[in-house]
Protein backbone atom coordinates (compact mmCIF):
# COMPACT_ATOMS: atom_id res chain seq x y z
CA UNK A 1 0.00 0.00 0.00
CA UNK A 2 1.52 3.38 -0.81
CA UNK A 3 2.49 5.26 1.45
CA UNK A 4 3.16 9.30 1.66
CA UNK A 5 4.88 11.51 4.13
CA UNK A 6 5.29 15.57 3.88
CA UNK A 7 7.89 17.41 4.94
CA UNK A 8 9.17 21.11 4.32
CA UNK A 9 6.40 22.96 6.29
CA UNK A 10 7.39 25.68 8.47
CA UNK A 11 6.84 29.81 9.26
CA UNK A 12 7.83 32.03 6.36
CA UNK A 13 7.74 35.27 6.15
CA UNK A 14 4.89 37.11 3.29
CA UNK A 15 6.26 37.09 0.04
CA UNK A 16 9.17 34.43 1.08
CA UNK A 17 9.14 30.99 -0.57
CA UNK A 18 9.23 27.06 0.55
CA UNK A 19 9.57 23.62 -0.75
CA UNK A 20 7.51 21.02 0.08
CA UNK A 21 8.53 17.44 -0.41
CA UNK A 22 6.46 14.18 -0.57
CA UNK A 23 8.23 11.17 -0.03
CA UNK A 24 6.46 8.06 -1.47
CA UNK A 25 6.96 3.73 -0.29
CA UNK A 26 5.25 1.09 -0.80
CA UNK A 27 4.79 1.08 -4.37
CA UNK A 28 6.05 3.03 -7.98
CA UNK A 29 4.81 6.50 -7.42
CA UNK A 30 4.71 6.79 -11.89
CA UNK A 31 1.44 4.98 -11.34
CA UNK A 32 -0.31 7.36 -9.64
CA UNK A 33 -1.51 10.81 -10.60
CA UNK A 34 -0.47 13.15 -7.56
CA UNK A 35 -1.73 16.15 -5.86
CA UNK A 36 -1.35 18.91 -3.15
CA UNK A 37 -4.53 19.72 -1.09
CA UNK A 38 -4.53 21.89 1.83
CA UNK A 39 -6.80 23.37 4.90
CA UNK A 40 -6.58 26.18 6.73
CA UNK A 41 -8.15 26.92 9.38
CA UNK A 42 -12.14 27.05 9.35
CA UNK A 43 -12.05 26.11 6.01
CA UNK A 44 -12.93 23.19 3.75
CA UNK A 45 -9.95 20.88 2.35
CA UNK A 46 -9.19 22.29 -1.21
CA UNK A 47 -7.36 21.41 -4.15
CA UNK A 48 -4.26 23.24 -4.62
CA UNK A 49 -2.13 21.92 -7.77
CA UNK A 50 -2.17 18.00 -9.33
CA UNK A 51 -0.17 16.36 -11.88
CA UNK A 52 -0.71 13.08 -14.13
CA UNK A 53 1.43 10.42 -13.86
CA UNK A 54 4.26 11.61 -16.13
CA UNK A 55 3.37 15.70 -15.60
CA UNK A 56 2.25 15.79 -18.89
CA UNK A 57 -0.69 18.00 -17.31
CA UNK A 58 -0.79 20.12 -14.14
CA UNK A 59 -3.00 22.23 -12.66
CA UNK A 60 -3.38 24.72 -10.23
CA UNK A 61 -5.73 26.61 -8.18
CA UNK A 62 -6.82 29.99 -9.31
CA UNK A 63 -5.23 31.63 -6.07
CA UNK A 64 -1.77 29.74 -6.43
CA UNK A 65 -1.09 30.21 -10.28
CA UNK A 66 2.55 31.29 -11.04
CA UNK A 67 3.46 31.43 -7.80
CA UNK A 68 3.13 27.55 -6.92
CA UNK A 69 4.94 24.91 -8.98
CA UNK A 70 4.07 21.16 -8.69
CA UNK A 71 6.99 18.41 -9.65
CA UNK A 72 7.46 15.40 -9.24
CA UNK A 73 10.78 12.67 -9.83
CA UNK A 74 9.22 9.19 -9.96
CA UNK A 75 12.68 7.72 -9.79
CA UNK A 76 12.92 9.14 -6.63
CA UNK A 77 9.58 8.08 -5.70
CA UNK A 78 9.08 11.80 -4.74
CA UNK A 79 6.56 15.06 -5.65
CA UNK A 80 7.87 18.65 -4.56
CA UNK A 81 5.23 21.81 -4.54
CA UNK A 82 7.45 24.80 -4.81
CA UNK A 83 5.88 27.59 -3.38
CA UNK A 84 6.52 31.09 -4.28
CA UNK A 85 5.63 34.57 -3.24
CA UNK A 86 3.61 33.23 -0.38
CA UNK A 87 0.62 35.25 0.83
CA UNK A 88 -1.16 35.39 4.50
CA UNK A 89 -3.61 33.16 3.24
CA UNK A 90 -1.19 30.12 1.92
CA UNK A 91 -1.16 29.65 5.61
CA UNK A 92 -2.64 26.14 6.01
CA UNK A 93 -1.75 22.74 6.31
CA UNK A 94 -0.52 20.81 2.97
CA UNK A 95 -1.43 17.38 2.17
CA UNK A 96 0.02 15.30 -1.15
CA UNK A 97 -2.14 12.80 -2.23
CA UNK A 98 -1.98 9.98 -4.66
CA UNK A 99 -4.56 8.72 -6.53
CA UNK A 100 -4.96 5.25 -8.90
CA UNK A 101 -7.71 3.16 -8.11
CA UNK A 102 -7.96 4.60 -4.29
CA UNK A 103 -6.77 7.94 -3.39
CA UNK A 104 -3.87 7.65 -0.46
CA UNK A 105 -3.03 10.56 1.90
CA UNK A 106 -0.07 11.97 3.50
CA UNK A 107 -0.21 13.14 7.06
CA UNK A 108 -0.05 17.04 6.50
CA UNK A 109 2.48 19.25 7.23
CA UNK A 110 1.98 22.82 8.85
CA UNK A 111 2.51 26.30 6.20
CA UNK A 112 2.54 29.11 8.45
CA UNK A 113 3.12 32.37 6.58
CA UNK A 114 3.29 35.79 8.95
CA UNK A 115 3.84 39.47 8.01
Known amino acids: QLQLVESGGGLVQSGGSLRLSCAAS????????VAWFRQAPGKEREGVSC????????NYADSVKGRFTISRDNAKNMVYLQMNSLLLEDTAVYYCTAASRSRYWGQGTQVTVSS
Open 26 to 33: GSNLDRYA
Open 51 to 58: ATTRSDVT
